[in-house]
Nanobody, 129 residues
Framework: QVQLVESGGGLVQAGGSLRLSCAAS????????MGWFRQAPGKEREFVAA????????YYADSVKGRFTISRDNAKNTTDLEMNSLKSEDTAVYYC??????????????????????WGQGIQVTVSS
């Protein structure tokens, strides 16, 4: 069983930055790939970013590439999402997710929400224009 808890959300002006963190309660965090997804009101949940177990592979949605950075610390059981140059369209509830990692290279291996087995409760990010 994996428990995930997000932190760091809030209200920020357009152009600003926020850093989300996800803490995982699990014995072997390095067995898991980690992802960030988001859901805006009236929209489906969408992929934002993912990172493989070793942090060698990082993957981003086109809409956030160059602005967001995903990272992880396997010693601390955490994964972070640094969000810069925020836009009003980034407003959403952000979810941290985990699944057992396996050998697969490429964004297509990590961007499907139904592939993830464990989810955090979500955290609100609001970007004011």
């Amino acid at each position: 069983q994996v428990q995930l808890v997000e932190s760091g959300g809030g209200l920020v002006q357009a152009g600003g930055s926020l850093r989300l963190s996800c803490a995982a309660s699990v014995r072997t965090f390095s067995n898991y790939a980690m992802g960030w997804f988001r859901q805006a009101p009236g929209k489906e949940r969408e992929f934002v970013a993912a990172i493989n177990w070793s942090a060698v592979g990082t993957y981003y949605a086109d809409s956030v590439k160059g602005r967001f950075t995903i990272s992880r610390d396997n010693a601390k059981n955490t994964t972070d999402l640094e969000m810069n140059s925020l836009k009003s369209e980034d407003t959403a509830v952000y979810y941290c997710a985990a699944r057992i990692d396996y050998y697969c290279s490429g964004k297509e291996c990590y961007h499907t929400s139904t592939d993830y087995d464990y989810w955090g409760q979500g955290i609100q990010v609001t970007v004011s224009s």
